[in-house]
């Protein structure tokens, strides 16, 4: 059997260190109107979507996945079935590296049809996910050699040496959470770890109609509701907060411009929270309300000329049978 390498480039308070940022940049702003937006209501706070998944918004977010509304999982999944041999002959991987790796479930598609594969690279900032999905991929898996790295990997990345070529797996639509310069960024990062010969799959969400994307952040059942108020809990845990995820209502909004969904948390009655971890006093007016997630989806040509800005060529499409999701090869060029 091959060994688990497990390696951390992610200090040991990088996740504290992180969400003291995000909640300061994204809380801590100017009181009052902002003459800048429309009716000079209060600037739009925020917090990034990656605090929602602790274990219980982890748990909350394997329930969402199986809800009817939510399709991006089951539509990523069926293209993975259908097409990881055309996704293996494409690339001849030798190596698989999976950004944002976490269970690797879907991940065992490639791993099937990658005949020539010699190791896996799950890159994830939870070291029990890592560790988890590692071994037991070595005990299914004799002769795979699993390299994990405990690594943000929006913030630069240095892989191990291992064979060629390599393919780099971004999967779940999770590109999406990304603004647009968040996203350039992000894919000249990839590119820089490809060498002549590798190649970049991208998990994508379609522009669809309007109420199946909507619908599929505000279920029926509540579940998304609760996995959205959840980032309110891990503040108060983390720091301290007084936050009452009660006294906020989940919003789920398109927006036809940026075609991006928005999730935030209005709050229903003024208040102020306080953080006593960042001596910080957060104030709302009723109706103010608080962006936790930016989900954007997209067209083809849109992946394209993304992809082209960061120095790669767009070579493979696949979509699910209804178009609601896609799998894109990229190679560097």
Do not use: C
């Not at 000079?40 to 199986?66: N, R």
């Not at 779940?172 to 990304?178: A, Q």
């Not at 108060?236 to 036809?256: C, K, S, Y």
């Amino acid at each position: 059997m091959s060994p688990f390498h497990l390696t951390r480039t992610l200090a040991e308070d990088a996740t504290d260190a992180a969400l003291r940022a995000d909640v300061l940049r994204g809380l801590a702003l100017p009181q009052g109107p902002d003459p800048a937006r429309p009716g000079g209501t209060p600037a739009l706070k925020t917090l990034p979507p990656k605090w929602f998944y602790d274990a219980h918004g982890s748990d909350l977010f394997e329930k969402i996945t199986e809800l009817p509304e939510y399709y991006p999982t089951r539509a990523e999944r069926e293209i993975l079935i259908a097409r990881s041999g055309e996704i293996a002959a494409a690339t001849g991987a030798r190596t698989l590296v999976e950004l944002g790796s976490g269970s690797s479930e879907k991940t065992r598609y490639l791993l099937d049809a990658l005949s020539g594969l010699r190791t896996y690279v799950p890159v994830d900032v939870s070291e029990s996910a890592l560790t988890q999905a590692g071994h037991a991929l070595i005990a299914e898996r004799p002769g795979l050699d699993v390299h994990a790295l405990i690594a943000d990997f929006t913030a630069g990345l240095t892989l191990p040496d291992t064979p060629g070529p390599r393919l780099v797996a971004f999967l779940g639509g999770t590109i999406g959470n990304l603004l647009p310069a968040e996203r350039a960024e992000f894919l000249t990062s990839v590119r820089s770890l490809l060498a002549p010969g590798d190649a970049l799959l991208l998990g994508t969400d379609l522009v669809k109609d309007e109420s199946v994307l909507v619908a599929a952040y505000d279920d029926k059942a509540g579940v998304t509701a609760e996995f959205n108020k959840n980032v309110l809990t891990v503040v108060n845990r983390e720091l301290g907060a007084d936050f009452d995820p009660d006294a906020f209502t989940h919003v789920a909004l398109w927006d036809a411009k940026n075609e991006w969904i928005e999730m935030r948390l209005r709050a229903h009655r003024a208040q102020t929270v306080k953080i006593p971890a960042l001596d910080l006093a957060v104030h709302f007016v009723e109706g103010e309300e608080l962006r936790t997630e930016v989900s954007a989806k997209f067209r083809e040509d849109g992946v394209g000329r993304e992809l082209a800005a960061a120095g790669m060529t767009l070579t493979h499409w696949w979509t699910d049978e209804e178009a609601r999701f896609a799998l894109s090869l990229s190679t560097a060029h």
